[in-house]
């Protein structure tokens, strides 16, 4: 095939071939070793990629980024020692609900990542590693990462805000089922149909039967839920619910959707406050641990620069 083509043309193209090998090559090349484990330059080129997704604050220099690269390894390195090795599964959910935070699917999300020069496999090898160090700090320091009422108490008293209650609400999801790929005109209908059960819902005890004999709507089970489980945004609606009533509708991916509240009661056990306590407590713990063991990787790795 070469040699049909004119000499000129045919140095052209050598040189530029030449040129993409070298190029790829290049990338390709190993940086470092850490306990064995190779960095290449392409790594480190993509990491910096990834990390200047986020924006803000002052871009990682060269060295920090080889330093995260080098703490992954180490995590992924004591994974395996300790038998805490996260499977593929685990990282693409790890991966979708990302992508679906940031309002897209996965395959989007994917493709978002390509278009800005990020191989998708660059933050799923960085979600492994995440996953695997969570595991290994929970299960190595399990002891050491509870936090009990007592801490809890303490911590409340030191914090002198004041203290709230806790309520657990008993709740009745309700579907207007909607058609997949049905106009706004159905929906809205549906939304109105919702409205007109709001007005007739007086009580559980008969609004339920009445609501599972209508026609396309769905009374699914109960679910129980504590104020500190929910979003403040859902508990400021339901705190102006009466018991016996229903929540205003809201489209889902299945419908419209309102919720019976059949029962609320107060409870000293958990409550937004001991919640948001306990969460940060359990997380300062954690990165307690999780800062001495990564020292502890680091002191005894065999980092070797190959240039």
Request: overall charge positive; aromatic content about 6%.
């Amino acid at each position: 095939m070469l040699n049909k083509l004119h000499p000129a043309m045919r140095t052209l193209l050598l040189v530029a071939m030449l040129t993409m090998f070298a190029g790829s090559t290049a990338k390709a090349q190993i940086v470092l070793y850490v306990t064995g484990q190779p960095i290449t330059a392409y790594d480190i080129e993509q990491r910096t990629k990834l990390m200047s997704l986020g924006g803000g604050g002052k871009a990682k220099s060269r060295q920090e980024v080889i330093q995260e690269l080098i703490d992954d390894k180490l995590k992924i390195l004591a994974g395996k020692r300790f038998n805490f090795e996260i499977s593929d599964s685990e990282v693409d959910n790890a991966f979708a609900n990302i992508a679906r935070n940031a309002g897209a699917s996965a395959d989007q999300f994917a493709k978002q990542l390509e278009k800005s020069g990020v191989n998708p496999n660059t933050l799923k090898a960085r979600l492994r590693a995440d996953l695997t160090w969570g595991q290994i700090i929970r299960g190595r320091y399990a002891t050491q990462l509870q936090v009990g009422e007592k801490d809890i108490f303490e911590a409340e008293a030191k914090s002198g805000e004041q203290r709230d209650v806790g309520i657990d609400y008993t709740l009745y999801p309700i579907t207007f089922v909607v058609p997949r790929g049905a106009g706004a005109n159905v929906i809205e209908a549906r939304k109105r149909e919702a409205d007109m059960l709001r007005g007739r819902f007086q009580d559980c005890g008969a609004g339920l039967p009445f609501a599972r004999a209508l026609r396309g709507v769905v009374v699914r089970p109960p679910v129980r839920r504590n104020s500190a489980d929910l979003s403040p945004a859902l508990r400021e609606i339901l705190a102006k619910v009466e018991v016996g009533k229903l929540t205003p509708p809201e489209t889902t991916s299945g419908g419209v959707e309102v919720f019976a509240l059949c029962d609320k009661r107060e409870t000293t056990a958990d409550s937004p406050t001991k919640r948001k306590l306990r969460d940060e407590m359990f997380q300062q713990r954690f990165q307690k641990q999780a800062d001495r063991y990564l020292k502890e990787l680091r002191a005894g790795a065999m980092i070797e620069y190959k240039q």
